[in-house]
């Protein structure tokens, strides 16, 4: 296929743990990826692989400033912004503004270059969810001036504007609403509680858990996420969908699993609750059986092991990097 018949695709927090995985998957596919991202909580090192590549391009921008790309466009995925709470309670004012702003740039440039735009949402318009599991219609219980407000309200006023588009003026516009997610690239310092468990174990230390360890989670692999948000941007349903797993766990059975599978003994702390945090979590994914024809395929304990994997690699390469510098 010649450079210039490839389908050109615009990925946002491409140097991200779900962005660069989305390159993989849209070069994989046979398309023009360009990706963009700021390298706030990006590294460029989830991608490097790819830019020895004549299908690949690379931008450091900030999507809340003017975007601009020449040439066309046939579809934009706007997943730049940060994702877990250590990142966005330390920098509010900006996770505001990439679902504010971002958004809004990228769709006056989704309208421009008549390109198809699928914006990245999340379980956390649900809040601490009154209703369980979570359907799409559920409207959510967000508190919208406490601490986690800067993310959630990000993304609610992202889908608000995002469907404003797709009213107002015709653009084909699709929402995925995404669930826990977890695999290789998560960073170690991610601060979600994968991540923060296996680190712990693998240090030898004991795992902290946030209240009494009874809240839930719904845990997917990514590579399943990826194939969901795939089939939903060539789909025809503009609503939003759920995109998750719907096994659900305890976080103290999930500190467990965790122990388990690095062969560690379990060791737990436990610390105060975050204020807002959700007590459950778990997607109804109804719709995109039925829209999508999707479901995930990859068990929790595959998952795991998995991830593991990449984890055991990184933590040596961390403590490497630690002792050096």
Request: overall charge negative.
């Amino acid at each position: 296929m010649a450079k210039t018949d490839r389908k050109r695709v615009l990925i946002t927090g491409a140097a991200g743990f779900l962005g660069s995985h989305l390159c993989d998957r849209f070069i994989g596919e046979g398309y023009h990826v360009i990706g963009m991202d700021n390298l706030i909580t990006g590294d460029l090192r989830n991608i490097e692989h790819l830019f020895k590549l004549g299908q690949f391009e690379f931008y450091h921008h900030d999507v809340s400033k003017y975007v601009h790309v020449p040439g066309e466009l046939d579809y934009i995925l706007h997943f730049a912004s940060p994702a877990s709470p250590i990142d966005y309670l330390k920098i509010p004012i900006q996770t505001l503004k990439v679902g504010s702003l971002g958004t809004h740039n990228l769709l006056g440039l989704a309208k421009a270059k008549g390109a198809r735009i699928l914006i990245a949402s999340t379980s956390e318009v649900y809040g601490d969810p009154e209703v369980h599991p979570q359907t799409e219609e559920y409207w959510g219980n967000v508190n919208p001036v406490g601490p986690r407000g800067c993310y959630d309200e990000a993304k609610r006023f992202q889908e608000a504007i995002t469907m404003a588009y797709h009213h107002h003026h015709g653009l084909e516009t699709r929402i995925v609403r995404i669930f826990n997610t977890y695999g290789p690239r998560m960073r170690l310092n991610d601060g979600r509680v994968l991540p923060a468990f296996m680190g712990q174990a693998l240090r030898g230390e004991e795992l902290s858990i946030f209240g009494d360890g009874s809240q839930t989670r719904s845990f997917c692999y990514v590579d399943d996420l990826v194939e969901g948000i795939y089939r939903l941007l060539l789909s025809d349903y503009a609503l939003p969908v759920n995109i998750g797993n719907p096994s659900e766990v305890t976080i103290r059975e999930f500190a467990e699993e965790i122990c388990k599978l690095t062969g560690v003994e379990l060791k737990l702390g436990y610390q105060p609750l975050p204020e807002n945090d959700p007590q459950r979590r778990r997607p109804d994914i109804a719709k995109a059986k039925a829209i999508l024809g999707w479901e995930p395929r990859v068990s929790r304990e595959e998952g795991l092991r998995r991830t593991l994997e990449y984890f055991r690699e990184h933590i040596e390469v961390a403590e490497v990097e630690h002792r050096v510098f």
